[in-house]
């Protein structure tokens, strides 16, 4: 399985199969993806654009409510379990407690996905809510940036105590959060915790 964080929020899997979340300001022409999962439906996480740059015959695009108006799309709700044969993942309600950015209400979703035998949490636009705090995960794609989603210190906090094998730190160095931020959290993660930093 390779990992790679293009820049911000934009993750791309390849393992058995090619699995995008989130696709923005993507530059190349890829025409790659076998799934793509979508967050919410902000520009910097649904962006048509960069969607149609990795898109190919028989891409699947899994988005939370909020984007049901596509017929094409696979509509997920919060805290459900799905099964799509070749892959399996169960959705997360992705929030903020103490702004307005991502209200609960517009059930914007996590998604926790097996991918070999291991499971990954693309946590999306989110406080420390306790659901994210319940969940059981093996990597965990946490945002630091703050502002729109937990800040630094309280992604620290909630790795240290989640202790997933490895956290990838995302949604900084681009619109919100210094380029910086990724190894300053490296330094305070728990030692028994592999950090692996993409946006530097």
Do not use: W
């Not at 300001?25 to 967050?39: M, N, P």
């Not at 695009?61 to 984007?67: E, S």
């Not at 406080?127 to 946490?142: P, Q």
Request: net charge negative; glycine share 4%; hydrophobic share 35%.
């Amino acid at each position: 399985m390779k990992i790679e964080v293009i820049h911000h929020a934009t993750i791309k899997i390849s393992a058995d199969k090619i699995i995008y979340f989130d696709p923005y300001d993507i530059k190349e022409e890829y025409h790659d993806a076998d799934y793509i999962f979508i967050t919410h439906d902000h520009y910097d996480h649904y962006n048509k654009e960069s969607i149609q740059k990795i898109l190919k015959n028989d891409t699947k695009i899994i988005v939370p409510r909020c984007l049901s108006e596509n017929n094409n799309y696979l509509v997920v709700d919060v805290n459900k379990k799905y099964d799509l044969n070749d892959l399996k993942f169960e959705t997360i309600p992705s929030y903020n407690l103490n702004k307005d950015f991502h209200p609960k209400e517009k059930e914007y979703v996590g998604y926790n996905i097996i991918i070999n035998n291991q499971r990954l949490y693309i946590m999306g636009d989110t406080d420390r809510t306790l659901e994210a705090d319940s969940v059981k995960t093996d990597i965990c794609f946490v945002p630091i940036g703050g502002t729109y989603t937990m800040d630094l210190e309280e992604a620290v906090s909630y790795i240290n105590k989640l202790k997933p094998k490895k956290v990838i730190p995302i949604h900084y160095g681009k619109i919100i959060g210094n380029i910086n931020l990724g190894e300053e959290f490296k330094s305070k993660i728990d030692k028994n915790i592999e950090v692996e930093i993409f946006i530097k």
